[in-house]
Each structure stands twice: as C-alpha cells, then as structure tokens.
C-alpha cells in the first residue's frame, strides 16, 4: 500500500532511501533538498502550474485507460496534479510519492484527500505487490532518472500497474532525440522503444509546452485487443 490514510486526512508515510549508487540517486538527493535553492516561493510557484496544459494531458489520457480506482503519482510535488486529478475524478483513491519532504507538507494542505508518501522510487517501487495499484503517472519525474536505470523502473512500473501508466516526460521523437537536455541532469529519454521491449503498448501523443515536455505518453500491458 502507499501509506494509511486517518480521520479522511492525508497522511505522510516515510520510506527509508534504498543504497543505489548512480546519477539517479544523486539527482534526487539534489531534489530532496530543492527548497534551500529555490527559497520559499517554491512550493506556492510550482502550484501554480496545476492546469497547464501538460497536466490536463494527463487527465485526458487517464479516461482512454480501463476503469480505474487507484493511482499513485511518482514525484507528485506539491500535488498539482493530484489536484487536477482529484477534481476531474471525484471519489478515486489518490497517492503520491516524492523525495522532497517540504513538497510534501505543502501537498498534504493542498490536496487533502491524497495521501502523500516521503521515498524515492526505486525504493518505494520495489515494496509494492505485483498490480497492487491500478495506475501510476509521472510528470517530469522520469526525467531525472539516468539512462543506465530507466529500463529496470519502466519494468518496476508495468509490474506495479494494473491498468497502466500515463507519462508526461521529455520524450525522444523525430527531431528530438535522446540525450540529455538540461545539467541538473535532465534526460530526454526513448520511452516508446524501452516499454515496447518491456512488452507495453504505448499511445504517444505529441504536445507542445515551453520546455522540453514534449508528449504524454498512455501505456497499458500487451498488445491492444481488436
């Protein structure tokens, strides 16, 4: 599970860090720690971006899924898309993750029907039961992760999802290829080609933003049916 949930509040579980020594695990040590660099302002400046264009992506890629009630954000911020979420879909059972603890206190009073969990993922990824929630979403959270990791938690996403999975990510595309696109580091990864060899099916929709969020991608298990 992704955490208990008391009197209807959200509620704030920690997971301890996993020992993975790569650029990923340096990255989000980086991010866990994003709030001393960016001031106080942070967490108020990145809420503001709860209906950008890419977050209502999202939301119309979750209604091409099958019928779902579950669904875990991985790198879920401050919640603004938990919140777009939660306002589109009135009663789904809503949870995030993230490695930044003052994000998530923010989370927690933004949308207090989540339930928010302190980890970073491939820590947390790993803990879950094989289909154990029905959805799990990422917006600008899998570009963080190294190249040499991306493969295994792809892998660690499809067999936690029983529905599937929607990715808003800096995607390699015609004109766009992978490699990285910002020294934090960000990477633009080939997601379609990694989760085509995992066995997923991958709808890739193309979107237009002012960074390198270019598409949102819609991945369930297998070949689609006729």
Known sequence: GGGGREGGHSTITRVAWGGLVSQTLLTAAKWAKQ????GP?????????????SRVAVVEALTTLPPWTTLVEIGCN?????????????????YGIDV??????AGQQNVPSATFTEASLWEWLPMQTGRAWD???SHYTLAYVAPEDLS???AQCLRVAKCGL???EPTALPGAPSGL??????WRHPYMETLESLGAHVVCKPIETSGHLNAVLTVTHGSPTA
């Open 78 to 94: 401050v919640g603004p898309q938990l919140h777009l979420i939660g306002k589109t879909f009135p009663g789904k059972q809503l």
């Open 41 to 53: 302002g942070w967490t108020e400046n990145y809420w503001r971006t709860r209906e950008d264009p």
């Open 166 to 168: 929607v990715l808003a």
């Open 181 to 186: 696109v910002w020294s934090y580091p960000e």
């Open 135 to 137: 959805v799990l979403i």
């Open 152 to 154: 295994a938690i792809l």
């Open 100 to 105: 930044n603890p003052i994000a998530l206190k």
């Open 35 to 38: 709030h001393e660099a960016y």
